[in-house]
């Protein structure tokens, strides 16, 4: 995962890294996986099922009009997925459902999500 001047939020790589707002390194007190939430301020998602098998809904609201994109990686970054880019997105609601590719092994993956300048990765579960 490449981080630059243009990232403002990564979250839950047991760390969180916010350049943004009060700035800084906090530590990410998650113990266990579940439906993720996440609010970063231009973006709510909520993501579902974790762990999940064949499928992942998305849905998020957005406070202002940005560009979304969301991808799927491998916690070793050999497969990876984009699961949604889309553009001039408008404020609002969205809801989407994604197929996993079947060759897709399980395991832990990474879902990242920006939305404009924000950038924020989540862990994810994949049980067949």
Do not use: R
Request: some cysteine; charged content about 15%.
């Amino acid at each position: 995962i490449t981080i630059n001047n243009t990232d403002t939020l990564l979250n839950n790589l047991n760390f969180i890294f916010d350049t943004s707002s009060t700035g800084g390194i906090f530590i990410d007190t998650a113990t266990g996986f579940s439906n993720l939430f996440i609010n970063s301020g231009i973006v709510s998602m909520n993501v579902f099922p974790n762990p999940f098998a064949n499928q992942l809904n998305i849905n998020f609201e957005l406070s202002q009009d940005v560009d979304v994109a969301v991808e799927l990686i491998s916690i070793n970054g050999s497969q990876t997925k984009e699961l949604l880019n889309k553009t001039n997105c408008k404020k609002g609601s969205y809801n989407y459902t994604v197929a996993i590719p079947q060759n897709f092994a399980e395991g832990n993956y990474l879902l990242k999500i920006k939305a404009g300048n924000n950038v924020i990765v989540k862990k994810l579960i994949l049980k067949k």
